[in-house]
């Protein structure tokens, strides 16, 4: 009843209604929906569950082949879908069909397909991974798209920073593009590297398992050795965030003042002994809702982050999740899964997001209508599309 | 990347000289030949794919997707005959159906009445797929007035798969109707004429295939899901419809992908791979299974469907493995083709060199070749079949009945483009 009784006051203040936050208890419940919860549906935006492993084009619904992918949603409503067999479209009749014949997340981890492709308001045109460079797409209505190397070489790895033609990346595992035009990457899940006026310029210092330390942002430190974290922006055009995997953290870099936070992800316990652990570290390594520096926290390390424009919030997430999670307010609360069941109608539309239940998902982007786009590795057939009952589905 | 070829030569001799006798079977075996194109310079730019070869009256005729098949392509199904010894007997290409609009997709072939019947999916209206046959003689003539509509309308119908009793075809296919939100699967019979039969529903998706043994049609399918990523077979009767309920024939993995062939006296030969290797561990062992399914239509080997806790060393049915996660290591991975040499199977695999940071990426797809004995491999280390710096993959196999074999299979040519490639086998 405590736990209860506090998940409520912890709802009210999160929405506002609460002038003072509570006092925290002993222990709260693990899952926290979101007050906006009840509102979101899920519609199947592409592919099949039971189309199968073979690539199918036509009504995006009936796609097959996609396995877990990402997703680029275009101003123009079109949304392109970086997957194992190229780079498909979904035009804005819910037609699918392949594009360009190269594998974009070949370059990445393909862990996440969060943030792999990137539309740059500047210029018009969408980037991506293309072996050890970066990509542009050059779209064509008679024949596949063309990628031209931007920065990099395709066939050359390395860490040198300069011209974009003297430059070399090693894997670029998340593209991040600001209204300015300015390029961010996070190259071989290590380094945030920046891209504009023509030049490369990594921007952290520490770059290997270094712990974790915020400050000036060459001399912060990460611990993202091994599987992807993930890179994405954030509220303006200075702010990135990132998924730093091994310390269970979700990172904001101030890119105005160079300077790194951490935003959310309870610390690592000092007491390892789960006898000798208290309710709230007993909480950590779990897929645990509250607030986000003290009680919440992700199973397996923090995988993702994908910041959603419209609710002024960060999804994000550990890559052992079968719920969708947001920060929002200081508070990670669970938006879509709550009540997970085994057997939801996978292929619908209009499903309440409740009942959704994906599993190692993520969000693998976010429209400029707050429409998130699902992915996840336990049906790895496409994407699915939240959105809020005021929100315009498909 | 110039030592690669000869890297892998050496690794590949290597492992025959630690093997020993297996090194006499990978010379004494199976004789590969020289590799040679189908269709140089055609008309799709560059642009071929997803093979398929039948033999029949002495000739294979392979069809394959000639062409851009994503939005603005105009891909057709293109066909040529190559004689017994791997002459291609059509040099400029036969274009199958060269309708103004869309684009035509994933052919399968199949001999039987005198003639071959190619069936492919085609996105005819731009929006959702249809599944549309023609029939070729062996003497490479047209000879429907026109392509005929197996099975259309405003869903999705994909995949198609024929074989053959001889004198007449049955064409299996996924598809959807109405407000359905579930593929599921059917089955047509066509005459040699180009008359098509009433669909059954088969119980069999997604991914049909349909193989005849001599005596009995056997359908295939499954892959559908991550948990969910069996194979299950079922005998069909003469006019398509089901004999019983589908057997699990392969247990579950991501992605099931298969090949089907029949043979003759024994039953019918399933082939699919296991495990991908994972960045976290859990990925393995791979392996290129085999299992052979009775004339009942049930699986003759268990390990199939049902392995050793824990399972880390190669199993009977398994023609080849990938464990170590290491460089220079390999892995088995997807795409697979199989067919009766008259004696025994034939089956061509795709084996995947590793990379990556933790090497689990696939990178250098070879195919490799073994005999078949039922379901076991009779060439344990594997021949290889294509295995230069190409990504050589998506393998299709037709057998003359008499150790004479096909193999055709895409080769990257960079940029995306596949060119189609063809070798003459031939078993001892």
Known sequence: MRCILFATMLLGYAVGFGAEPPAEPDDMPLIIPDPSAGEWLVDRFAGNSTAGPTFLQGPAREAGGLGRCGACPLPDGRVLIPFGGGVAEVDTEGTLRLVAPVNPLNGTTAQVTANVMAYNPKDGCVYLAVGHGLGRLIERNDGPWKVEIAAGKADHAGFDDGALKDARFTRIDSIVINGRGEIYVLDYNQRIRRIADGQVVTLNASVRSAGLVDGPLEKAAFRMIGLGGNLCGGEDDDTLYLSDHWNFVVRRIDLKNKTVSTVAGMPKPKESQPAKQSAREKRYNRNSDGPALTWASFNSGCAYVCWDPVNKALWCGGPDENRFRWLKDGQILTVIGAKGAEKWPKDALGVPAESVRLVWNAVAAVDSQGRAYLCASSDPHGLWRAYRKSAQGR | ?428
């Open chain 2, 1 to 428: 990347m110039n030592g690669e070829p000869a890297m892998k030569t050496i690794m590949y001799c290597a492992a025959a000289v630690l093997l020993g006798v297996q090194a006499v079977a990978v010379a004494q075996g199976m004789k590969v030949g020289d590799e040679f194109p189908l269709l140089v310079n055609g008309p799709g730019g560059g642009y071929q794919g997803t093979p398929a070869c039948a033999f029949g009256q002495g000739i294979y005729l392979v069809v394959w997707r000639e062409g851009w098949h994503g939005k603005g392509g105009s891909a057709r199904i293109c066909a040529t005959r190559v004689s017994a010894e791997g002459k291609v007997l059509d040099a400029g290409g036969i274009q199958i159906a060269p309708a103004a609009g869309g684009v035509q997709e994933r052919p399968r072939v199949a001999f039987g009445a005198g003639v071959f019947v190619v069936v492919w999916q085609e996105l005819r209206n731009g929006r959702d797929y249809d599944v549309v046959a023609s029939a070729i003689s062996p003497e490479g003539k047209l000879l429907w007035t026109a392509p005929v509509v197996v099975a259309g309308g405003p869903r999705n119908q994909v995949l198609p798969d024929v074989a053959s009793n001889g004198s007449s075809f049955l064409i299996v296919w996924q598809g959807l109707s109405g407000e359905e939100t579930a593929y599921r699967g059917y089955a047509a019979v066509v005459s040699g004429e180009g008359k098509v039969g009433p669909a059954v529903e088969t119980g069999i998706t997604p991914q049909p295939r349909v193989a005849w043994n001599g005596t009995a049609y056997l359908a295939a399918g499954g892959g559908a899901g991550f948990w969910q990523g069996s194979v299950y077979a079922v005998r069909l009767g003469e006019n398509g419809a089901p004999l019983g309920k589908p057997v699990e024939v392969i247990k579950g993995t991501k992605a099931a992908v298969f090949s089907l062939s029949g043979v003759p006296g024994r039953g019918w030969l399933v082939v699919s791979h296991r495990s991908p290797p994972d960045p976290w561990g859990w990925g393995g062992p791979g392996a290129m299974r085999a299992v052979l399914v009775n004339a009942d239509g049930r699986p003759e080997n268990t390990d199939g469907v049902k392995e050793p806790a824990g399972v880390k060393e190669q199993l009977p049915g398994w023609l080849d493995m990938g464990r170590e996660k290491t460089k220079g290591s390999t892995w088995p991975w997807g795409a697979s083709a199989s067919a009766f040499d008259g004696k025994r199977s034939v089956v061509v695999w795709q084996r995947h060199h590793l990379c990556g940071e933790k090497m689990t990426n696939f990178t250098n797809c070879d195919l490799i070749a073994a005999r078949v004995d039922g379901y076991r491999s009779l060439d344990v280390t594997g021949i290889p079949v294509a295995a230069s710096e190409a990504e050589e993959t998506c393998p299709a196999l037709a057998s003359d009945g008499a150790g004479g074999l096909l193999a055709v299979y895409e080769k990257g040519q960079g940029d995306g483009r596949t060119a189609i490639m063809a070798r003459v086998l031939r078993t001892e």
